[in-house]
């Protein structure tokens, strides 16, 4: 399925399609258009909306489109509510102090979109990241 949402990603953005090729849906395609775009090109492409104005999953109750997305598809897995909570913290400027690696993950994010222009090549480049942070959170787990 095609996944589509808003062009220069950053936290929610990055951590999103993570999640999705991981526990959702491992053939999954994503595409990054303007932000005006979003709604018809999933629906054009027959796919989903994520992280945009009126999109199929977004941020809601004060939860950041990755928590939401947890939620929704029912991921019970201990060690990615941690990352939840983790992403949010990184999404969601305000609460970047409710998890402790918040802060560097919103760093490290910002950098990249910085120095790597290409939202799939940021893809490329932050899973392993996401990969680590998983690993991590489930030794803590």
Same mark, same amino acid.
Request: with cysteine.
């Given at each position: 399925?095609? %996944?589509?949402?808003?062009?220069?990603? &950053?936290?929610?953005? @990055?951590? #999103? =399609? %993570?999640?999705?090729?991981?526990?959702? *849906?491992?053939?999954?395609?994503?595409?990054? @258009?303007? &932000?005006?775009?979003? !709604?018809?090109?999933?629906?054009?492409?027959?796919?989903?909306?994520?992280?945009?104005?009126?999109?199929?999953?977004?941020?809601?109750?004060?939860?950041?489109?990755?928590?939401?997305?947890?939620?929704?598809?029912?991921?019970?897995?201990?060690? !990615?509510?941690?990352?939840?909570?983790?992403?949010?913290?990184?999404?969601? =400027?305000?609460?970047?102090? +409710?998890?402790?690696?918040?802060?560097?993950?919103?760093?490290?994010?910002?950098?990249?979109? !910085? #120095? #790597?222009?290409? *939202?799939?090549?940021?893809?490329?480049?932050?899973?392993?990241?996401?990969?680590?942070?998983?690993?991590? +959170?489930?030794?803590?787990?």
């Amino acid at each position: 399925m095609k %996944w589509t949402t808003r062009e220069n990603a &950053r936290v929610d953005r @990055v951590a #999103c =399609p %993570w999640l999705v090729r991981k526990f959702i *849906d491992p053939q999954a395609e994503f595409l990054f @258009v303007p &932000r005006d775009q979003v !709604l018809g090109t999933a629906k054009r492409e027959g796919g989903r909306s994520f992280d945009a104005d009126g999109a199929d999953y977004g941020h809601r109750g004060g939860k950041c489109t990755f928590e939401v997305l947890v939620e929704d598809y029912a991921l019970a897995d201990q060690a !990615l509510k941690r990352l939840a909570l983790i992403v949010h913290g990184a999404d969601v =400027p305000e609460d970047v102090t +409710c998890a402790p690696e918040s802060a560097g993950l919103r760093a490290l994010s910002e950098g990249m979109a !910085l #120095c #790597c222009p290409d *939202d799939h090549a940021k893809l490329e480049r932050l899973f392993p990241v996401y990969d680590a942070l998983y690993a991590y +959170c489930q030794k803590q787990a």
